[in-house]
T-cell receptor, first 119, second 113 residues
Framework: GAVVSQHPSWVICKSGTSVKIECRSL??????MFWYRQFPKQSLMLMAT?????????EQGVEKDKFLINHASLTLSTLTVTSAHPEDSSFYIC???????????????FGAGTRLSVL | GESVGLHLPTLSVQEGDNSIINCAYS??????FIWYKQESGKGPQFIID?????DKRQGQRVTVLLNKTVKHLSLQIAATQPGDSAVYFC????????????FGTGTKLQVIP
């Protein structure tokens, strides 16, 4: 089955530092990836749509300079939380739409998530 | 704006019984619906999907029902097992393509041994 790898799974950082989260599609190519944020006991909130080779599309209210997204290849998208503050602490999840191979093309496949704690 | 929501935030079911999780959606033009299961501390996992031209689809122990008249979606889990304990989200993809999806608020399923 389709596998999306997200790394790291857990990170603790000091306030003011930047953190990079990687999202990789391991057995399929993904021209479109999505980044979500999830608070405890709440649903997934879409932050941005990451498109290979072009700029990401951010949802309303999401600061693009705060959450930098890079989708440099068909299998990798990265989210960088710049100058992180305690309010950025959350569970970040990526997903990828399959576009080739045997994966279903209508389905988003999700990574395992990254727990970010900013001290 | 358009939204997808769930009727029950928490559902407790005895092991072996059937579970029914409900979802209401508001975008009558949506073409594609998906159910995801999310276990604690993990990312959502695809369970089953259904297109708007269908009213029922069955998988292994799961069935999704779509009622477009009342814009209602349900997930039925047969013979619920402890491993089914998780939060279940319905999601709505308006076009059915590579577009973003809208997630519902989620229902927590607790299976009582």
């Amino acid at each position: 089955g389709a596998v999306v790898s997200q790394h790291p799974s857990w990170v603790i950082c000091k306030s003011g530092t930047s953190v990079k989260i990687e999202c990789r599609s391991l057995d399929f190519q993904a021209t479109t990836m999505f980044w979500y944020r999830q608070f405890p006991k709440q649903s997934l909130m879409l932050m941005a749509t990451s498109n290979e080779g072009s700029k990401a599309t951010y949802e309303q209210g999401v600061e693009k300079d705060k959450f930098l997204i890079n989708h440099a290849s068909l299998t990798l998208s990265t989210l960088t939380v710049t100058s992180a503050h305690p309010e950025d602490s959350s569970f970040y999840i990526c997903s990828a739409h399959g576009t080739s191979g045997s994966v279903a093309k209508n389905i988003q496949y999700f990574g395992a998530g990254t727990r970010l704690s900013v001290l | 704006g358009e939204s997808v929501g769930l009727h029950l935030p928490t559902l407790s079911v005895q092991e072996g019984d059937n579970s029914i999780i409900n979802c209401a959606y508001s975008n009558s033009a949506s073409d594609y619906f998906i159910w995801y299961k999310q276990e604690s501390g993990k990312g959502p996992q695809f369970i089953i999907d259904i297109r708007s031209n269908m009213d029922k689809r069955q998988g292994q122990r799961v069935t999704v029902l779509l009622n477009k008249t009342v814009k209602h979606l349900s997930l039925q889990i047969a013979a619920t097992q402890p491993g089914d304990s998780a939060v279940y989200f319905c999601a709505e993809n308006p076009s059915g393509g590579y577009q973003k999806v809208t997630f519902g608020t989620g229902t927590k399923l607790q299976v009582i041994p």
